[in-house]
């Protein structure tokens, strides 16, 4: 089946994300743009303009009503999801690398880089008090000397956020205290993604040690490992059936040398309790760096180092085939 292909972009995409309905698709790459896009025909909506540098990460509220974004330009800005105007503007002395709502989507979080001198900070802001966003004073920073965070997710409920480190480590982190509720390290290298399922149950890490892990999100237990021979940059879990989606690829400054058959640059998806591979989906010219479900399940879509989104609707066997199965 064709993929749709969205082309906004003119650098490599950084991060794709769903809003909890599913109609629309945000897109944000390496260069100051970010996209909207209606999913089901791939039509652009808007852009939310402002950035001045690379954009890291998205992310929309519970009702679409704000769209939430972290730029290499050390800014975290909120905007109006449906008028594209900037709410409110939070500078950071590093660039923000990682950002989300929490489930009520009052209150927002991110992550900054570890660089020039400055260490790596979680930031919560609570957006009914708008002094905070004023004064650019957060209720609470959590420091993370030892390994910055390179990506981070809220928990069930919005009590605690998951955070995956540059070692390979994942921490809860209390979003009432900030206190470290729990830490593992089951990764040997950089965690470069994480996804939570559909109920906020478990998530899924995608790191550059070759493999993503499915995690209990409440326990930090280690469930299974999906295995490639190559970094996984992305990892998302089907909201409907037992089934992982990983997008990765070796590193963007190996792949001149390589044909795009052997720099291997397909989605892969795997068996949830089996950890089998049945199926693979060609298409990038180059890495995959994002992929995301969509929330029905029928579809999933895939952002590129070429600074292409797909998005991919299942045959109708594959509904069929999970069915048998």
Same mark, same amino acid.
């Given at each position: ?21 599913? #109609? ?12 909207? @896009?209606?999913? !089901? ?17 998205? &992310?929309?509220? @519970? ?6 974004? /972290? ?24 660039? !923000?690398?990682?950002?989300?709502? &929490? ?22 802001? &609570?957006?009914? &008090? ?8 957060? *209720? ?13 997710? @809220? ?22 205290? /900030? ?13 470069? #993604? ?14 550059? $040690? ?10 930090? #237990? ?19 059936? $037992?089934? !992982? ?8 400054? $190996? =792949? ?22 049945? /199926?693979? !989906?060609? /298409?990038?010219?180059? %890495? ?20 292409? =989104?797909?998005?991919? *609707?299942?045959? %109708? ?9």
């Amino acid at each position: 089946q064709k993929p749709i292909l969205l082309q906004g972009h003119e650098r490599s995409i950084t991060q794709i994300k769903y809003n909890r309905e599913g #109609d629309l698709l945000f897109t944000v790459a390496k260069d100051p743009i970010v996209n909207v @896009w209606y999913s !089901v025909n791939g039509e652009r909506l808007g852009t939310y303009n402002g950035h001045t540098g690379a954009v890291w990460c998205v &992310d929309a509220d @519970w009702d679409t009503r704000h769209v939430l974004t /972290g730029s290499a330009d050390n800014s975290c800005r909120l905007w109006d999801c449906e008028t594209g105007k900037q709410l409110a503007l939070v500078k950071t002395s590093s660039a !923000v690398r990682t950002c989300g709502f &929490d489930f009520g989507g009052n209150i927002i979080m991110f992550s900054t880089d570890k660089q020039m001198g400055y260490q790596c900070f979680v930031s919560f802001f &609570d957006l009914r &008090d708008s002094s905070q966003i004023e004064n650019n004073e957060p *209720y609470m920073k959590i420091p993370c000397s030892d390994s910055k965070i390179t990506s981070a997710v @809220w928990g069930p409920l919005g009590e605690f956020i998951i955070a995956g480190h540059e070692n390979g480590e994942l921490n809860q982190f209390s979003a009432k205290s /900030g206190e470290q509720l729990s830490n593992v390290k089951e990764h040997t290298k950089q965690i470069n #993604d994480i996804q939570t399922s559909r109920d906020m149950t478990m998530f899924i890490t995608a790191s550059k $040690d070759n493999t993503a892990k499915l995690f209990d999100c409440a326990t930090l #237990d280690h469930l299974k490992t999906f295995r490639t021979e190559r970094p996984v940059n992305s990892a998302a879990l089907s909201p409907i059936f $037992d089934h !992982v989606v990983l997008g990765g690829g070796q590193e963007a400054m $190996d =792949v001149t040398t390589t044909s795009t058959r052997i720099g291997k640059f397909e989605a892969r998806f795997f068996h949830l309790a089996f950890e089998e591979e049945f /199926g693979r !989906v060609k /298409g990038h010219f180059g %890495p995959i760096n994002s992929v995301a479900f969509h929330p029905d399940g029928k579809s999933y879509s895939s952002g590129g180092e070429d600074g292409y =989104v797909r998005i991919h *609707y299942f045959d %109708p066997q594959y509904f069929e085939f999970e069915f048998e199965a």
